[in-house]
């Protein structure tokens, strides 16, 4: 991967991060986000999360297309979007987030899913 390319896609996960911390905190009747508000202050009360995500989130997406060259793409694609399931749990466990039994549900489903076409 290029220098610019690997610049491009960090600059992607750092707004992608942004997007989500601002969708996360925001409050009120408001239909638009205001970017200055999400620049400042988001930016500085979560410095760490967001340069972690924004080291990880590429680092996955590498490592799934290593994955994809490697094996056989009917087992890798199932396989990447158990993180849906691994996030929702991890959401529900640290963030104290409710509905755990549809959030079991759904994990089990997808899980499901995942089990059938691999197998």
């Not at 290029?2 to 750092?14: D, E, M, N, R, Y």
């Not at 999400?38 to 799934?64: C, D, K, Q």
């Not at 694609?77 to 509905?99: D, H, M, Y």
């Amino acid at each position: 991967m290029t220098p610019a390319a690997l610049g491009l896609v960090l600059t992607a996960a750092v707004f992608h991060a942004i997007w989500n911390l601002a969708a996360k905190a925001k409050t009120g009747d408001s239909f638009v986000f205001v970017w200055w508000y999400v620049l400042g202050r988001t930016l500085r009360e979560n410095v760490w999360p967001i340069l972690a995500i924004a080291a990880f989130s590429p680092a996955a997406y590498v490592l799934v297309l290593i994955a994809m060259q490697t094996q056989p793409v009917s087992l890798v694609a199932p396989l990447r979007e158990t993180s849906i399931v691994i996030g929702s749990l991890l959401g529900w466990l640290i963030f104290k987030e409710a509905n755990p039994g549809r959030r079991l549900l759904g994990a089990a489903v997808v899980l499901g899913g995942v089990a059938l076409i691999s197998g």
